[in-house]
T-cell receptor, first 111, second 111 residues
Framework: QKEVEQNSGPLSVPEGAIASLNCTYS??????FFWYRQYSGKSPELIMF????GDKEDGRFTAQLNKASQYVSLLIRDSQPSDSATYLC???????????FGKGTRLSVIA | SQTIHQWPATLVQPVGSPLSLECTVE??????LYWYRQAAGRGLQLLFY??????ISSEVPQNLSASRPQDRQFILSSKKLLLSDSGFYLC??????????FGQGTRLTVV
């Protein structure tokens, strides 16, 4: 059973701080890794993906991948109240297999 | 650019009634298509996925079924709804390993 684990939270950070969201996965053969943001009552929105070990930056977001530790993280710099949402980690083993999603971490940015 | 249309946005149905949710994708060909369900406060549950016309994989045995009559059309059906079928139903598409993209979702309440 392929699993993706996330702390459910809530993770509370003050406005302007760095929010750090973490995810571990069980399938060592996983090849691509995704972060989604889901606002309450809305559908998930893809915000970052990463394929290679190391860091990938996009604006205030940085995804970090460590395949040896089977660990993915998302850093949000200068957190804003509008970043308050549930963040879903998803992992793909390759080919036509569906993404395996974690249950998400709820982030609350306090103004 | 690719877009995904899913309707209706909300639906209230009595127990025992049939269900038909439809989803279409524009701007791509031969996408992988998915139906997910998200119960209140829960993670995403993959229900069905399809890699081509007439090819449906079922992930969870239940009273739901899916069909793909055209390349970019995916339909979720039930002959008789149960109370436990209530939830947020999401259609999604992917192509190669570029991420999975969700429709706006249908909030189904079975009463």
């Amino acid at each position: 059973q392929k699993e993706v684990e996330q702390n459910s939270g809530p993770l509370s950070v003050p406005e302007g701080a760095i929010a750090s969201l973490n995810c571990t996965y069980s399938d060592r053969g996983s090849q691509s890794f995704f972060w989604y943001r889901q606002y309450s009552g809305k559908s998930p929105e893809l915000i970052m993906f990463i394929y290679s070990n190391g860091d990938k930056e996009d604006g205030r977001f940085t995804a970090q991948l460590n395949k040896a530790s089977q660990y993915v993280s998302l850093l949000i710099r200068d957190s804003q109240p509008s970043d308050s949402a549930t963040y879903l980690c998803a992992v793909n083993a390759g080919g036509n297999t569906p993404l395996v999603f974690g249950k998400g971490t709820r982030l609350s940015v306090i103004a | 650019s690719q877009t995904i249309h899913q309707w209706p946005a909300t639906l209230v149905q009595p127990v025992g009634s049939p269900l038909s949710l439809e989803c279409t994708v524009e701007g791509t060909s031969n996408p992988n298509l998915y139906w997910y369900r998200q119960a209140a406060g829960r993670g995403l549950q993959l229900l069905f996925y399809s890699v081509g016309i007439g090819q449906i994989s079922s992930e969870v045995p239940q009273n739901l079924s899916a069909s793909r009559p055209q390349d970019r059309q995916f339909i979720l059906s039930s002959k008789k709804l149960l109370l436990s079928d209530s939830g947020f139903y999401l259609c999604a598409w992917s192509r190669q390993e570029q991420g999975t993209f969700f429709g706006q979702g249908t909030r189904l309440t079975v009463v």
